[in-house]
């Protein structure tokens, strides 16, 4: 695949993501003002949709890591991989934190106050979610530019941080053990 097809095409899922979050966030905000009794109830649906999002992101970009340290830098897969990463983060784990977080706070805020051990911890566990998603985009980066510097083993290991922290997360959430 041409180089120029390959931004062409990265242009247009990136536009195709961008009208699939609006309709996403125009459909939301209609469910809130067709039902305000059940707000909470949307909102909480609107959470889980996009942790899920979320984290079916983080699951997989530590992967395509794993796959993309072993090719050969400048390699047709190599791009390849850059160009998955970038649409994986940008089009998909990007926004799916951002509504994770907005829809959580304000969950946090309307249904517990702020209170409750339990949910400072996870809020805690969430933060450092959000320093893994960090770490991982700019490690997009700098696999863009032909700069990891990491082993196979060592995405291999990074590809289980979230997993452990969603495990403590839904965990808390749902035990709610102090």
Do not use: C
């Not at 939301?28 to 909470?40: A, C, K």
């Not at 969603?166 to 709610?176: G, Q």
């Amino acid at each position: 695949m041409s180089e120029q097809t390959s931004v062409g095409s990265g242009g247009l899922a990136m536009r195709r993501a961008a009208i699939a979050l609006i309709v996403f966030v125009v459909l939301t905000g209609l469910l809130f003002w067709l039902d305000p009794e059940n707000l909470y109830l949307w909102a909480k649906a609107v959470h889980v949709i996009a942790v899920i999002a979320w984290m079916a992101g983080m699951l997989y970009l530590p992967r395509l890591f794993v796959y993309h340290s072993e090719v050969e830098v400048g390699s047709e897969q190599s791009e390849t991989f850059k160009v998955m990463e970038q649409r994986l983060l940008r089009a998909i784990i990007n926004p799916a934190m951002m509504v994770t977080w907005v829809f959580g706070l304000w969950l946090a805020w309307k249904g517990f106050g702020f209170q409750g051990g339990w949910l400072h911890a996870k809020i805690a566990l969430v933060v450092a979610m959000s320093g893994m998603h960090g770490y991982l985009a700019g490690s997009v980066r700098r696999f863009a530019e032909d700069r990891n510097e990491k082993s196979t083993r060592h995405w291999r290991v990074m590809n289980e941080v979230p997993t452990l922290l969603m495990i403590a997360i839904v965990i808390l959430v749902i035990v709610k053990p102090f």
